[in-house]
């Protein structure tokens, strides 16, 4: 029994180490971060990335980059939505991919994007109340993709970080990188111990 529980232990220790990611860039200032109304200076800016999660649905995919687990509203994190996986995994035959960051603007007409991403940030960890829909304009490159558990998902990004309401540029030059191995598992399955006869 000893044996078996320290060999279960070290497996989850192990598969906590999926990859890991920095974002970083000379500032960022983000409203109503601490305080409504007030402007939080970020010099430098930096964030760790330490999970992903993706989800592919037909021929669409939402990768969700974090800075630790935990509670979704209390973490730092990147959402990055594909809208052409298909050709993504074609163009990574040939090597890199590197794909236009649409700026996912909030009012007019809804745009039914067909390729290239969206990125968002949620600074949920480093903002207790934030108001700030904060996307970004710029490029995503991948140079391995793929969903498939045990897979490789890496790559680089080069962005503003924008607000979506206004289009307002509040961060430049924000660089990024990421490597990580998928781990895949059933989402929202409740735990159900394992009953030994």
Known sequence: MFVRLTLSMTLAL???DQGNGLVSGATLDVPDCKKVGEITHFEPFRMTLNLLNVAEHQNAASLRFGSKAGRIHTIDQIGVDLFDVATLKQ??????????LHPGLYGGEPVNYTDGALMAFGLFGKCPNPTAALGALGTLTFHRYSAVDAARVEGTFLVDIIDRRSGEVLGRDIA???????????PATPYQPEVIH
């Open 176 to 186: 990024g990188d990421f490597d990580f191995e998928v781990e895949t598992a059933t």
């Open 14 to 16: 192990a598969a906590c």
């Open 91 to 100: 163009g990574l035959k040939a090597g890199d991919v590197t794909l236009t």
